[in-house]
């Protein structure tokens, strides 16, 4: 039957042409869809992960990063020298957008993270940077920055950057951690914190404590004792990641997998009433087929692999030209030299998709070929 599948497929070749055109442009947009979703998570998730297994002492109503978060200084200093707070390893933190970084309208300006010289790995973690991942010792202008900073700015470790009227001196560059878009990370500007409260025109004033909890404290006990001796500020842990994700993602990948539905309907009507004409022009042969003793189910596997040979070529088509498209929409949408490889989870989803979408498209059609008589079809012109 797949012989004849192919037969029929190669006969009525502008059709079935219009047909794959239009599965590879359904293809295309679901795969696209299924990126964006897929890089909003990860995106976010990754943002995220730099929360660890650390606490984030901020102002009520931010989150993370917290850019938004005005605390004084002095408040900080109080948390610090808490019995429940590793001071070693914590850190007063200023998370500031830096005015006058970006290069285009659609672009977020590069976040300044001001901490404590010889604190940077409460924000910076085990990431790799080319250069030093220190500040200590350094000038006072001295900066790790993040990848995408060091591209924006074409800039490598001991060059500087000038931003408005600010000189950054680069002793380190953080490796890419994002895989798609940028985090925020990859866009920071991590110097000292008096320094940073400079550039940003915030003196005595931060936006967090990044806390590591002391050995004997779990990190429940340390939350409890910081709200309840300070009600006024949220302690944020990275049991809040998960809200925060779901928190910022619900709407739209409620949307975008409304979009994903209406255009999975719409490549399975495609090839339906494809696949019903071809029914409807191989009435005769159907009943000569019937006539000589074809079972109903070798005929109704000779539609479904039709439907399967027109959504698989135009799947296939489609998923080869998922990552140049969503490379060029990268590049419309800002991010500079963009270059996305789509990642194997969302070839199979689409894969997937094709496969079910060629096996029902099918069924309907199918169903009205086995209910063709022989008598009448071969009475039919």
């Known amino acids: 039957m797949l012989d004849i599948a192919f037969k029929d497929f ?27 979703m897929y890089e909003m998570q990860s995106g976010l998730k990754g943002d995220l992960g730099t929360v660890k297994d650390n606490l984030y002492f901020e102002q009520n109503g931010t989150s993370f990063p917290p850019a938004g978060s005005i605390i004084d200084e002095s408040i900080g200093n109080e948390v610090l020298d808490r ?3 590793d001071k070693q390893k914590s850190t007063k933190a200023l998370f500031a957008p830096l005015q006058g970084s970006t290069t285009g309208s659609d672009e977020s300006p590069a976040m300044v993270v001001g901490l ?4 940077e790995q409460a924000f910076i973690g085990n990431n790799t940077v080319n250069g030093s991942n220190s500040l200590v010792g350094a000038s006072e202008n001295a900066v790790i920055i993040g990848s995408e900073i060091a591209k924006k700015y074409n800039v490598t470790v001991g060059g500087t950057f000038k931003v408005s009227d600010d000189e950054f001196k680069v002793v380190g560059i953080i490796n890419k951690v994002g895989t798609g878009w940028p985090l925020t990370i990859d866009n920071s500007i991590v110097t000292s914190l008096s320094y940073a409260q400079t550039v940003s025109d915030r003196p005595n004033l931060i936006s967090t404590v990044i806390i590591s909890p002391n050995s004997q404290y779990t ?33 739209v990948l409620t949307f975008m997998n409304m979009i ?13 009433n494809v696949m019903m004409m071809s029914v409807k022009e191989k009435t005769k042969d159907i009943g000569t087929m019937r006539a000589i003793g074809t079972k109903k189910r070798s005929i109704m596997l000779l539609i479904i692999y039709e439907s399967l040979i027109l959504s698989t070529i135009g799947g296939l088509i489609g998923i080869l030209f998922i990552s140049p498209i969503y490379n060029v929409l990268g590049i419309f949408m800002g991010a500079t030299s963009f270059n996305f490889t789509i990642p194997s989870m ?3 989803q689409v894969a997937l998709i094709v496969l079910v979408i060629g096996t029902f498209s099918g069924l309907l059609p199918a ?3 086995n209910r063709i008589s022989p008598i009448e079809a071969l009475r039919h012109e």
């Open 367 to 369: 169903y009205l070929a």
């Open 260 to 272: 994903v539905v209406m255009i999975f309907a719409v490549s399975m009507v495609l090839i339906m």
């Open 116 to 119: 404590t010289p010889g604190k």
């Open 10 to 36: 190669k006969a009525k070749k502008s059709r079935a042409a219009m047909c794959i055109i239009g599965v590879m442009a359904c293809v295309l947009l679901i795969g696209v869809v299924n990126i964006v």
């Open 83 to 85: 019995s429940e707070v």
């Open 346 to 348: 969302v070839v199979i």
């Open 219 to 251: 990190t429940d006990t340390v939350e409890t004792n910081l709200q309840d001796a300070y009600p006024k500020y949220d302690i944020y842990t990275q049991k809040d990641t998960q809200k925060t994700i779901d928190k910022n993602l619900k709407g």
